[in-house]
């Protein structure tokens, strides 16, 4: 009860808030400049174009998750809500997982509203996604979403205020997107040969940018890009026992981040 009540709070707050259509606006003229790129060139399976987007959307999506969500978490502490919380019969667990679902709605709604406009702008211009490449990508956008919402709870729980909030959001969003590769490259140039294969492999399972990326472009069929190390992968991915796997793992992103989050939360309550 006190999930779904913390969960109605937080979307009527989400609504009510100018970042979350800031952030609407943003995303919505991202999914057309999308749409411009879709036209110029034929979209089928898994091509230049779509590795290109996928990447773009990688870029965008997880910064505005971090933010938005490590913003609204951090904001219960400056402005004092979560005192007045605290004095019910509340915990740290349901107060963060209702969080977590009324920030989900929120955030999927400024995706599928974005992605909704695009499909019918393109229609109207006769140049619009296909409805599968739509659902794919909207698709991917919220496995992206929920993941690094979590991470963004874990970030709000270790903020203080907003610039912490910040600071800490762009810095993971950094590590975990665009410094990634490089870190990785130099990580494994100084490992033996016959320990690459592993450590890649579970590396890639600790980044949830880069197991989302590889399972959609397995899905849509780009799987031998990754080389002979992940063919055992690939055909694992492709079997039906691929998309059962991928959502345990995500589950498993999910919780971990949010016990991790409240775990925190729990300590700094007590210690202040």
């Not at 509203?113 to 695009?118: E, R």
């Not at 410094?179 to 320990?195: D, G, K, N, Q």
């Not at 039906?240 to 345990?248: D, Y």
């Amino acid at each position: 009860m006190h999930i779904m009540n913390i969960a109605k709070r937080e979307i009527q707050i989400g609504f009510r808030n100018p970042w979350a259509y800031s952030f609407t606006a943003l995303f919505s003229l991202f999914t057309l400049a999308l749409l411009i790129i879709q036209s110029q060139s034929y979209m089928e399976g898994y091509t230049y174009t779509t590795g290109t987007i996928l990447n773009l959307i990688l870029y965008l999506l997880p910064l505005m998750t971090m933010l938005l969500a490590s913003f609204s978490v951090t904001a219960e502490k400056e402005e004092g809500s979560w005192e007045l919380l605290s004095t019910y019969a509340l915990t740290a667990t349901s107060f963060l997982w209702g969080k977590y679902a009324g920030l989900a709605v929120v955030l999927v709604s400024i995706v599928c509203f974005s992605y909704g406009f695009a499909g019918l702008f393109g229609m109207l211009l006769g140049k619009g996604f296909t409805l599968s490449a739509l659902l794919f990508f909207l698709l991917f956008s919220i496995c992206i979403v929920l993941l690094f919402l979590g991470i963004a709870m874990v970030v709000g729980s270790l903020s203080r205020n907003r610039w912490q909030a910040l600071t800490l959001g762009v810095s993971i969003w950094f590590f975990l997107i665009l410094a990634w590769p490089t870190l990785l490259i130099s990580v494994l140039s100084f490992l033996p040969y016959t320990w690459i294969k592993p450590v890649l492999q579970v590396a890639t399972c600790l980044n949830p940018a880069e197991f989302v990326r590889m399972f959609s472009v397995v899905r849509l069929g780009g799987g031998a890009i990754f080389g002979p190390e992940y063919y055992k992968w690939v055909n694992w991915m492709e079997s039906p026992f691929g998309i059962a796997g991928f959502a345990a793992l995500c589950l498993m992103w999910i919780c971990v981040t949010m016990l991790t989050a409240i775990a925190v939360w729990e300590r700094r309550r007590y210690r202040d």
